[in-house]
C-alpha cells in the first residue's frame, strides 16, 4: 500500500529533551512537508522540502530541526529550544509540481506530542 | 504575506439543510485546495481547484472558485450526520526558484444534528 508513515502515534517529551519524528512515505514524492495543529487551528508549516538534501524554513520553524538524506524520509527533531511543543504533528508530501499540476498533498496519521 | 480566512469557522446545522462555507485569501494563487479532518485524524483530500471559474462535486459537497475575488465557497446540500467534521481551504503560493508552499485557513468545524 502506498501512503505516509508516521511515527509514533503517541509521543512524551521530557523537559531539555529532544525528540525526534518519523516521517516515511513510499509514493516516490519529490516534496515533503511538516505542519504543527494546535487544538482549534489550522496547519503552520515548520519545514518543507523540495528535494533530496535541501529543506526550507517554514513560518515557525524556532526550535526544530530536520533532515533529508533520502527521498523517502524526512524526520523532524524537537529541540529542547521549542518551549511549547504540545501539539499534533503532519508529515505531508506530494509530487513536483508544473503548470496545471493538481500538486496534492497527501497526509501521514499525525504524532501527537505532549511534555511530561 | 499570504491570509487565508474562512467563515464561519463554527456551523451547527440541521439534517437536510443547505449551508455554504466561505474561504477569502489575500493574494494571487491559481490552485485552491479543499481537505476535511475528523477529530484526531489526519487530513483527507477532497477538492483541488485550479482555475478561475472551476467548479468540482463530490456526493453532497460542491467547491467553486472565483480567483478574481479571491474566494471558494464548499457548499452542503441537505447535510447529513456523516459530513461533521472540521473543513479547511488551503492556498498554494510559489516562490522564486521555484519552491512552493500551502496556506490553511483555521478550518470550519461543521456539526450536523439529526
Known amino acids: 500500500d502506498g501512503g505516509i508513515t508516521q511515527s509514533p502515534k503517541y509521543l512524551f517529551r521530557k523537559e531539555g529533551q529532544n525528540v525526534t519524528l518519523s516521517c516515511e512515505q513510499n509514493?516516490?514524492?519529490?516534496?515533503m512537508y511538516w505542519y504543527r495543529q494546535d487544538p482549534g487551528q489550522g496547519l503552520r508549516l515548520i519545514y518543507y522540502?523540495?528535494?533530496?538534501?535541501?529543506?526550507q524554513k517554514g513560518d515557525i520553524a524556532e526550535g526544530y530541526s530536520v533532515s533529508r538524506e533520502k527521498k523517502e524520509s524526512f524526520p523532524l527533531t524537537v529541540t529542547s529550544a521549542q518551549k511549547n511543543p504540545t501539539a499534533f504533528y503532519l508529515c505531508?508530501?506530494?509530487?513536483?509540481?508544473?503548470?496545471?499540476?493538481?500538486?496534492?498533498?497527501?497526509f501521514g496519521a499525525g504524532t501527537r506530542l505532549s511534555v511530561l | 504575506e499570504l491570509k487565508v480566512e474562512q467563515n464561519p469557522l463554527f456551523l451547527s446545522m440541521q439534517e437536510g439543510k443547505n449551508y455554504t462555507i466561505y474561504c477569502n485569501y489575500s493574494?494571487?494563487?491559481?490552485?485552491l485546495y479543499w481537505y476535511r479532518q475528523d477529530p484526531g485524524k489526519s487530513l483527507e483530500s477532497l477538492f483541488v481547484?485550479?482555475?478561475?471559474?472551476a467548479v468540482k462535486q463530490e456526493g453532497r459537497l460542491m467547491a467553486s472558485l472565483d480567483t478574481k475575488a479571491r474566494l471558494s465557497t464548499l457548499h452542503i446540500t441537505a447535510a447529513v450526520h456523516d459530513l461533521s467534521a472540521t473543513y479547511f481551504c488551503?492556498?498554494?503560493?510559489?516562490?522564486?526558484?521555484?519552491?512552493?508552499?500551502?496556506?490553511f485557513g483555521k478550518g470550519t468545524k461543521l456539526t450536523v444534528n439529526p
Open positions: 505531508a508530501s506530494s509530487s513536483k509540481s508544473g503548470t496545471g499540476a493538481k500538486n496534492i498533498q497527501y
Open positions: 509514493l516516490n514524492h519529490d516534496a
Open positions: 522540502s523540495q528535494i533530496v538534501n535541501d529543506f
Open positions: 493574494t494571487t494563487s491559481d490552485r
Open positions: 481547484l485550479l482555475s478561475n471559474g
Open positions: 488551503a492556498v498554494d503560493i510559489h516562490f522564486q526558484g521555484g519552491s512552493e508552499k500551502l496556506v
